[in-house]
Every structure is written in structure tokens, then in C-alpha cells.
């Protein structure tokens, strides 16, 4: 992934970030991402941040959770082997509908859990860089990518001036790549600031 | 904020439509159905209506109830709506009463069987039940049912209107609410269980199911959700109700959706240990339906009742739509009275039952009735619960945050 430079602001409260997000967004300034320790209403309606996807994804998976139970199902009892049991006949549909059921929900679970991680870039054994190390404890953090049109101590002023605790531009790689956050990695030597030692 | 509802013109000519409609097919039933398909017809759509209605009624003071009890807020801006439906139960019940009393009185037995002293003598499985299946206990216990449901919908509307009254910030009400709403929600639990054995489940009476009152239960929650979805659109059609927005109605739209599947997992369970066990005293209930005279219906409810609010409701978008929660609501609506219709009628009339213009006009008659009352119980008392400590909650409510 490409190495990128961001604009990282940290705030106190919610209530300075919110006003400062759509600020921010209205000057025209690339928003990257923003990082909270909880859950803030109306902060994605602020971030812009489209409607998801994920219902369709899951719905997709329920369908083929469902195809596969009944095709298979048919296949089985059907083509495969007929079996009579209990004279019913070798194609009994309700007695198919439970593992349908189970199986629509299955696929349907194991994939959406698995694309919402997928998303949101979270599973075991993925690294993410970390902006800020009290993103997930107390401090709300935005990141702002720098363009080669970005005046960045513009955005800097800017941001202090919407409130923002603290402001520093950080050097690092977009995206998510396997690792271990207790393994140093090469680009700790650009952010010396943030290295574990 | 004190905002009267006034009854809008078309409310008053649909009803009024409606309620001649139904009493024409009402006495062109009593002096043109004759004979023995005539007769058999003529009370059993009697009895599944009045149940119908008077059970959608009972399923609106249950949702009162539940969601006092969970001191919820998301109800309080249209509350006044599940209100007026809850207060019409005494009305049903009356006409439900009158009825089922009609029924026993008449010695119509084609409807209960185990009134039937020729049947009691010679049907051992029907004579076995007698210890329920009695007159007696029948009228005892529909008497208990009717009137402890009307009083309690009184008795919570009567606190409701009190809040109205008195001074804002008082909480005595929402605990008064809270208290009476246990009473009720106990009571309701073993009601509607029994009250659908003795005046459903019993028509068929050698037959029984442990689903029944469950199933009786799940479908009419979900006619009364999309009554109330039907009524608050309507409402606000007319230019009024106006602080109700769409994350009011994505919270009906939700409700619709998931009863509808709590349903079809309800009836499915219902059908299928009947069908596993392949005991033809249990089977021979679904006969006529799956394999005879009602097999189109019985697929149909199936269809429309499950697949058309599963796949149409999923969407979000779809649930914040008015005129698709209006148009899934009518069908759904439709589709549980086509249940309470399978429930009665393929027992009564195994090979003749028809969809016809009697049962469609004593059914437009008792619409009619239920917006009719509707719209005066509205007009009674001021639109929103002007003194509800919940009402900015409730009018600032966003159903998600998406």
C-alpha cells in the first residue's frame, strides 16, 4: 500500500469534534478517517459516509445458504441415494425447511461477520498504522490526508483553531497488511514519535 | 401543541360506505343464504369476523401494555391511534359476544360440534374433552375474557386522558400505566391462549394444537401493526399527525417485517409436527386445505403472509417508503384475514367454502365499523399525549442512525 502523509488532530470531547468534522468537510479538506473510543451519533451523517452495503452482502449469503441446503437436499435424497423414511416422500420439502432455515442463517451470519471485518479492516493478525495511541481511550482523532494541493499549515491552523488539542503530521502506510502490533515495523523510523521502544 | 383531531371527510363517507355494505350483506345473508352450504356460511364468517376484529383490538392494548411496561417512547408520538383501536375492544366484544351466544343458543352445531349431544354420544374423543368443551365453561370463561379485557382498556385509557388533564411533570400516571399494564399483560398471556382454544380451535373439536393460541396471537399483532400503519398514514394524509415522520413509520415498518416471520415460524411449527407425525386425526385438519377444495387459499396465505413482507419489507429504503408500507400493509392485512378465514372455514364447510360477496361485505362491514370508532375515540382527546414526560423523546425519535 502507499505510503501516504496525514494531518492528525486530536480532540477532548465529542461535542468539539462533530462541528469540527463538518467544518472541515465544508473547507474542502480531504477527510480520511476518524477514529473515536465509542460509538458518536450523527457522526457518520457528518463524515458523509454512504449508506453500507452489507445488507446486500448478507442477503446474498442468506440465498446461497439457502440454495445450497435445498439443492443439496434434493440432490441427496433425490438423484443421489432415495431413501424411504417413514413412507414420506423422497422429496419432502418440510421436512427440508429447518435445515434451509439453519443453513440460510449460517451463511448469511459467518458472512456478514466475515465482510464487516473485511470493511472495517479489523481480524486477527492485521495491522493497522495507529494515529494517535489514546484513539482508543480518551481522545477523538481525525486524519487528513495531504494532497500535493494541501497548504498543511493552513489545515494545521485551521484545526486549531476548531478546537482541535493537538495537531501533527504523521507519515504513513494506507491500509491494513498482516503483522503483529508488537513487532516493530520499518516505518516506525519516519513517526519516531509514535515507535514502541 | 394541543392539536384535536378532526374527522376528515373521507374517513366519515368510508366508514359510513363501509358499514352499509356490511350490514346489505349482513340481512341479504340472513334472507338469501339458504340451505344447509347457506346456513353454515352465513355464522362462520359471523364468528371469524367478530373474533378477527375483537382480537386485533386485544392486540392493540397488548402492544399499550408492553411498551408502557418497557417504558418505551418510540410509540408516544401515535399513541393516541393504538389507543383509539384498544378502546373498541367492548364494541367487539359486545358483537363478538352476541355472536358466539347466537351460536350456542341456536344449537348451531356445525360451528361447535361438542354442543352436539348426538356427537358427544358417539365421538369418544370429543365426549373425553367435556371437562373444557362445555357450555358452561364456554360462556363463563368468555364472559371472564371479554369483560376483563374491556375494563382493563377502559380502566388504561381513563389514566391516559387523566394525564391530559393534570399538570405537566406529574409521574403518577406513568406508574399507574405501568401497574395496570402488568395486570393486563398476565392476564392476556393466559387469555389468549384459552379464548382461542374455546372459540377457534374448538370448531374443530376433534383436533387440537399446542401452537394455536400462539398462532392466534402472532397473526392478529401483525393485522394490528399494519392497521396502525394504515391509520397513521391516513392520518397524516389528511394533513394532521404531522410531528409523526418516516422514522416513526420505519419502526412500523420493522414490526411488520419481523411478526411476519415470528408467524410463518409459528405456523410452519404448527404444520409441520402435524405433518411429521402423519396421525390422521391431526392430518385430516390440513386435508382439505393442502390437498382439497382450499388449496389455492391455503398456498396464497402462505405467499402473501410470508414472502411478499419478507423479501419486499427487507430494504430499509422500503421500510421509510409510505406508499410501500401502505400497499404491504393492505396485503398483509388481507393475508391474516384469509388466515382467520382457513381457520374456520375448510372445518365448517370442508368442500363448499367460497371467497364471496358475503364474506367480503361483512368484512368491509366490520372496516368500516373499526375506522368509524377509530376516528371518534381520535376526535375525543387531543392528538399527541400532550403531558407524556416521553413525548419530546418520542418526537425527536430516530429509528436508526444510518
Not at chain 1, 495511541?133 to 481522545?139: F, G, K, L, V, Y
Request: glycine share 6%.
Amino acid at each position: 500500500m502507499a505510503i501516504k502523509q496525514y494531518v492528525v488532530a486530536s480532540f477532548r470531547d465529542e461535542d468539539q469534534l462533530l462541528p469540527a468534522v463538518k467544518k472541515v468537510r465544508m473547507q474542502g479538506y480531504k477527510l480520511y478517517d476518524v477514529f473515536t473510543p465509542f460509538p458518536v451519533h450523527g457522526l457518520d451523517a457528518a463524515m458523509g459516509l454512504r449508506q453500507t452495503a452489507l445488507h446486500t452482502a448478507g442477503f446474498i449469503y442468506g440465498a446461497l445458504g439457502t440454495a445450497t441446503a435445498l439443492l443439496g437436499m434434493s440432490w441427496i435424497f433425490v438423484v443421489s441415494w432415495p431413501l424411504d423414511i417413514g413412507g414420506k416422500p423422497h422429496f419432502p420439502l418440510p421436512s427440508f425447511i429447518p435445515i434451509t432455515f439453519e443453513l440460510t442463517v449460517l451463511f448469511s451470519a459467518v458472512g456478514t461477520t466475515l465482510t464487516f471485518c473485511w470493511l472495517n479492516q479489523i481480524m486477527p493478525g492485521v495491522k493497522k498504522h495507529i494515529f494517535h495511541p489514546r484513539q482508543s481511550d480518551d481522545r477523538f482523532v481525525m486524519a487528513i490526508e495531504i494532497t500535493p494541493k494541501t497548504q498543511v499549515e493552513e489545515v494545521k491552523q485551521f484545526l486549531l483553531n476548531n478546537g482541535a488539542e493537538e495537531v501533527q503530521v504523521q507519515t504513513a502506510e494506507e491500509g491494513w497488511w498482516y503483522g503483529l502490533f508488537s513487532k516493530r515495523e520499518k516505518y516506525d523510523d519516519i513517526n519516531p514519535q509514535w515507535s514502541v521502544q | 401543541m394541543e392539536e384535536r383531531f378532526v374527522i376528515p371527510r373521507r374517513f366519515r363517507n368510508t366508514s359510513l360506505i363501509f358499514i352499509s355494505i356490511g350490514v346489505l350483506a349482513f340481512l341479504a345473508g340472513l334472507f338469501g343464504l339458504h340451505g344447509d352450504v347457506g346456513v353454515k356460511r352465513f355464522w362462520s364468517v359471523l364468528v371469524f369476523d367478530s373474533l378477527f376484529f375483537l382480537y386485533i383490538s386485544a392486540a392493540s392494548l397488548f402492544l399499550y401494555c408492553a411498551a408502557s411496561l418497557a417504558q418505551a417512547s418510540w410509540h408516544i408520538a401515535y399513541k393516541r391511534v393504538i389507543e383509539a383501536i384498544m378502546v373498541n375492544i367492548p364494541v367487539f366484544a359486545i358483537i363478538a359476544f352476541i355472536v358466539l351466544m347466537a351460536v350456542l343458543i341456536g344449537h348451531k352445531y356445525f360451528i361447535y360440534p361438542w354442543t352436539d349431544p348426538q356427537v358427544l354420544a358417539h365421538d369418544t374423543i370429543v365426549a373425553g374433552k367435556t371437562p373444557f368443551l362445555n357450555v358452561k365453561l364456554f360462556v363463563i370463561f368468555t364472559v371472564i375474557i371479554m369483560l376483563g379485557w374491556s375494563l382493563l382498556s377502559l380502566k388504561l385509557r381513563q389514566i391516559s386522558l387523566q394525564e391530559d388533564r393534570a399538570e405537566r411533570g406529574v409521574r403518577r400516571f406513568l406508574w399507574k400505566t405501568i401497574f395496570f399494564s402488568a395486570v393486563f399483560i398476565a392476564f392476556y398471556a393466559v387469555t389468549i391462549s384459552v379464548s382461542s382454544w374455546h372459540w377457534l380451535m374448538s370448531i374443530a373439536a376433534r383436533w387440537y394444537s399446542t401452537m394455536y393460541g400462539w398462532y392466534v396471537f402472532a397473526g392478529s399483532f401483525i393485522s394490528l401493526m399494519a392497521i396502525i400503519s394504515l391509520f397513521v398514514i391516513a392520518i397524516k394524509n389528511s394533513g394532521q399527525l404531522s410531528l409523526v415522520n418516516k422514522e416513526h413509520l420505519h419502526d412500523l415498518g420493522k414490526f411488520i417485517f419481523a411478526f411476519s416471520i415470528f408467524w410463518t415460524y409459528i405456523w410452519f411449527a404448527q404444520y409441520f409436527l402435524l405433518w411429521y407425525g402423519n396421525i390422521p386425526l391431526e392430518s385430516q385438519y390440513f386435508r382439505p386445505q393442502l390437498w382439497g377444495h382450499y388449496r389455492f387459499w391455503f398456498l396464497l396465505d402462505l405467499v402473501i403472509n410470508f414472502a411478499v413482507p419478507f423479501l419486499l419489507l427487507m430494504t430499509r429504503d422500503a421500510k421509510r417508503n409510505y406508499t410501500t408500507v401502505t400497499i404491504i400493509a393492505l396485503i398483509v392485512f388481507f393475508g391474516h384475514w384469509l388466515d382467520f378465514y382457513l381457520m374456520v372455514m375448510p372445518t365448517v364447510l370442508p368442500t363448499q367454502g367460497v371467497v364471496g360477496w358475503y364474506e367480503i361485505g361483512i368484512t368491509l362491514g366490520f372496516v368500516g365499523l373499526m375506522i368509524g370508532l377509530v376516528s371518534r375515540a381520535l376526535s375525543r382527546a387531543p392528538l399527541y399525549p400532550v403531558n407524556h414526560p416521553y413525548l419530546k423523546e418520542a418526537i425527536i425519535h430516530k429509528s436508526d442512525w444510518g
